[in-house]
């Protein structure tokens, strides 16, 4: 079983720089993938951006392609989404989620889901 805490969400300005953090307990990330998603208000979920805990090869979506950056921390069994430039379609509740069926962009294929953090852009 493995818990994961969102943390870094928030109220945040247009091109705003936040980072969020997904740290795990009750195991480590090692040779799970670790991806983040986000929910916008009567929106599907969709991908962000994922990374292999094991190669590091990370993948993001075109959407935030060039604007967000996902990272991790082996000391700290953390992975962080670096977002910069932020745009007020960016809001939503961003989700970290891990599992081990490989770098993929679909939510079936984590198994371990955290609760979430909101974050809100004002224009």
């Known amino acids: 079983q493995v818990q994961l805490v969102e943390s870094g969400g928030g109220l945040v300005q247009a091109g705003g720089s936040p980072r969020l953090s997904c740290a795990a307990a009750?195991?480590?990330?090692?040779?799970?993938?670790t991806g983040w998603f986000r929910q916008a208000p009567g929106k599907e979920r969709e991908f962000v951006a994922a990374i292999h805990w094991s190669g590091g090869i990370t993948s993001h979506a075109d959407s935030v392609k060039g604007r967000f950056t996902i990272s991790k921390d082996g000391a700290k069994n953390t992975v962080y989404l670096q977002m910069n430039s932020l745009k007020p379609v960016d809001t939503a509740v961003y989700y970290c989620a891990t599992g081990t069926q490989g770098l993929s962009s679909e939510s079936s294929a984590y198994m371990y889901w955290g609760q979430g953090t909101q974050v809100t852009v004002s224009s």
């Open positions: 009750g195991r480590t990330f090692r040779n799970y993938v």
